[in-house]
């Protein structure tokens, strides 16, 4: 079976449904309130594991309720965990505002224990992250972390993949250990100082993030698909959609988890980046970020239709 491992975090997230966000000193009401498994790594992780790879992810929780919620999704995904649990700190937690009209998000997260992720941590799995076939990392725990854990993967020939949210600077030669980043429109603008809003300017950002290290950028486009760029082949991969938008949260883990674990099977970047965004179509149909990630038989379905 394809091995995916990842590195990254978990919270649970506490979701809000209102109208608009309420401004600072005002009260409003809300509409819908939900408590779930969150964090990008974490749901990376479900997602890759849902994919049909073998999946172990690399974190730290606390000895809380919120991390039992953890326990119990990676149990009912398959994802195996290679984690550690700390008394002297909490599970992390996110809060999530969500547009009633447009599933539209914006999203506060506080990483607890797992803002406490050491590259000794990291060092202390090279073996397992050394037996992947795609090693996979964002940016919610430390930088550190990610970057020893990136080394490790590449001395160990690991496909990298950089999953570069949320958006920061990253150290002087970080990128050059990726074979694949996967920014957003924002994020692939913070790195480049290009603007990204459309697949043509998508196009300049990615040959950008190549002009700066990376072996090949996959920049996620919402409801434009993603762009593919390796410095061979320019591809635009349109978005597959599965039905209505109930909710854009947890979209480009939900691709990421996807385009790991078809990379790691053995498909090629461009199908893999299709798989990843049926993965992503079927997710935003569903409420929940964790909890919407798709089974392999329906993706493998949405596929087939094209």
């Known amino acids: ?75 009912k995904a398959g994802v195996h965990a290679a984690v550690t649990r700390h008394a002297d700190s909490f599970t992390g937690a ?11 998000n914006a999203i506060i997260v506080s990483p607890g224990v797992a803002n406490l992720i050491s590259a000794a941590d990291v060092e202390a799995q090279a073996a ?43 150290p002087e030669g970080m990128l050059a250990l990726c074979d694949f980043i996967t920014p957003n429109e924002s994020e692939a603008e913070a790195l480049t100082g290009l603007p990204v809003t459309s697949v043509e300017e998508a196009v ?18 919402g409801d434009k698909g993603a762009l593919y760029h390796d410095g061979v082949q320019t591809v635009h991969v349109p978005v597959m959609s599965a039905g209505l938008v109930a909710e854009t949260t947890g979209a480009g883990d939900a691709f990421n988890g996807g385009f790991a674990a078809a990379l790691a099977e053995g498909m090629d970047p461009v199908m893999a ?21 798709p089974q392999r038989t329906e993706i493998e379905a949405l596929l087939a239709r094209g």
């Open 1 to 75: 079976m394809a091995k995916v491992v990842i590195l990254g975090i978990f919270v649970a997230d506490t979701a809000y449904r209102a109208e608009r966000m309420p401004r600072m000193g005002e009260t409003i009401m809300g509409q819908e309130f939900a408590l779930g498994p969150g964090g990008k790594g974490s749901n990376q992780a479900v997602a890759a594991a849902m994919a049909g790879a073998e999946t172990h992810f690399i974190s730290r929780l606390g000895t809380d309720a919120f991390a039992d919620i953890a326990q119990a999704i990676w149990a």
């Open 94 to 104: 996110a809060f999530i505002f969500l547009e009633a009209a447009t599933g539209n």
């Open 128 to 170: 397992l992250i050394g037996s992947a076939d795609v090693f996979v990392t964002q940016l919610e725990q430390p930088m550190a972390a990610a970057f020893r854990a990136l080394q490790i993967a590449r001395a160990a020939g690991v496909r990298t993949i950089l999953n570069p949210a949320p958006a920061a600077v990253l």
């Open 204 to 221: 300049l950002a990615a040959q950008a993030l190549r002009a700066m290290g990376a072996g090949a950028a996959l920049i996620t486009l």
């Open 273 to 293: 980046a299709r798989f990843g965004c049926a993965t992503a179509g079927i997710s935003v149909t569903r409420p929940g970020t964790a909890a919407s990630m």
